[in-house]
């Protein structure tokens, strides 16, 4: 025999190079499947990512505002209860130039004094409840008697009794006031 006897037959290595493109052609698909499903997953885990992300930052801006408010709402309530015990002594301060001022005393201290007090209260911004003549506001006013004037509309303010403030927007003190009402029975309760 000759050496084309040990050779292998044409037809037979060309079905071998089929199964094995066959086979190449398999592993490839599925090394591409794979691939895919794996770039699938791992856009998902972005996307989940992401998203968290994205939540924890809304938490934490939503709590900066809400620490930010707080804040100012501590600051603001200091403020207001300091400026009601100022407004007392302010009240006495006012009352005693008006007793000294009838006796016709001498008052230019007392007036440098009060002088200086409205300065601060308007550097904090701290401005009075305009009453009298005003429609009774319970937001505003508090009422604490009530008289008959058949001149005047209900719940017309016709004595304000103690001035009352606002701050940042804010009812610090309500006005004291004496209302009307024009006719019908007066109940005390």
């Given at each position: 025999m000759s050496?084309?006897d040990d050779?292998?037959p044409?037809?037979?290595?060309?079905?071998?190079?089929t199964i094995?493109?066959?086979k190449?052609n398999n592993?490839?698909e599925i090394?591409?499947?794979?691939?895919?499903n794996?770039?699938?997953?791992?856009?998902?885990?972005?996307?989940?990512?992401?998203n968290k992300?994205?939540h924890?930052?809304?938490?934490y801006?939503n709590l900066?505002k809400?620490t930010?408010?707080?804040?100012?709402?501590g600051i603001?309530n200091?403020i207001?209860q300091?400026?009601l015990?100022?407004?007392?002594?302010?009240d006495?301060?006012?009352?005693?130039?008006e007793?000294?001022?009838?006796?016709d005393e001498n008052?230019?201290?007392?007036?440098?004094?009060?002088?200086n007090?409205?300065s601060?209260?308007?550097k904090?911004?701290?401005?009075p409840?305009?009453?009298?003549?005003?429609i009774?506001?319970?937001?505003l006013h508090?009422?604490?008697?009530i008289v008959?004037?058949?001149?005047?509309d209900?719940?017309t303010i016709?004595?304000?009794i103690?001035?009352?403030y606002?701050s940042q927007n804010?009812v610090?003190?309500?006005?004291?006031v004496?209302?009307?009402?024009?006719?019908g029975?007066?109940?005390?309760?």
């Amino acid at each position: 025999m000759s050496n084309d006897d040990d050779s292998i037959p044409v037809n037979v290595i060309s079905e071998n190079e089929t199964i094995s493109e066959e086979k190449d052609n398999n592993n490839e698909e599925i090394s591409l499947e794979l691939l895919q499903n794996s770039l699938n997953e791992e856009k998902q885990k972005s996307q989940d990512l992401e998203n968290k992300l994205k939540h924890a930052i809304a938490d934490y801006q939503n709590l900066s505002k809400k620490t930010q408010s707080d804040i100012e709402n501590g600051i603001n309530n200091k403020i207001s209860q300091f400026m009601l015990e100022f407004l007392n002594i302010y009240d006495d301060f006012k009352r005693a130039k008006e007793a000294f001022s009838k006796n016709d005393e001498n008052t230019k201290g007392l007036d440098s004094i009060v002088k200086n007090m409205d300065s601060l209260l308007a550097k904090y911004s701290v401005a009075p409840i305009d009453a009298l003549g005003e429609i009774f506001d319970p937001n505003l006013h508090e009422a604490i008697s009530i008289v008959n004037d058949p001149k005047l509309d209900d719940n017309t303010i016709v004595k304000e009794i103690r001035k009352g403030y606002i701050s940042q927007n804010r009812v610090i003190r309500p006005s004291l006031v004496e209302i009307s009402k024009k006719h019908g029975e007066i109940k005390n309760d």
